[in-house]
């Protein structure tokens, strides 16, 4: 299930793969899942941020009591 997910995100961006210079397909692979990847840890990178930040209004509002 998790490659066929990875070969689905390849698929997905294909087209842009394929505007490189010589595009070879490994290679266009391989960056369509970085390319995944690193949008997937910037989404996670963003709620993790935002926890991180109520947890800091509540910590506030818990000493004030």
């Not at 390319?35 to 109520?54: G, V, Y």
Request: proline fraction near 2%; include cysteine.
């Amino acid at each position: 299930e998790i490659f066929e997910n990875l070969l689905d995100q390849c698929r997905l961006y294909a087209s842009a793969g394929s505007m490189a210079v010589r595009p070879k397909t490994i290679e266009a692979m391989f960056m369509t899942v970085l390319f995944a990847h690193h949008k997937i840890l910037k989404e996670l990178s963003s709620i993790i941020q935002q926890i991180r930040e109520e947890r800091t209004v509540l910590d506030n509002e818990l000493k004030k009591r």
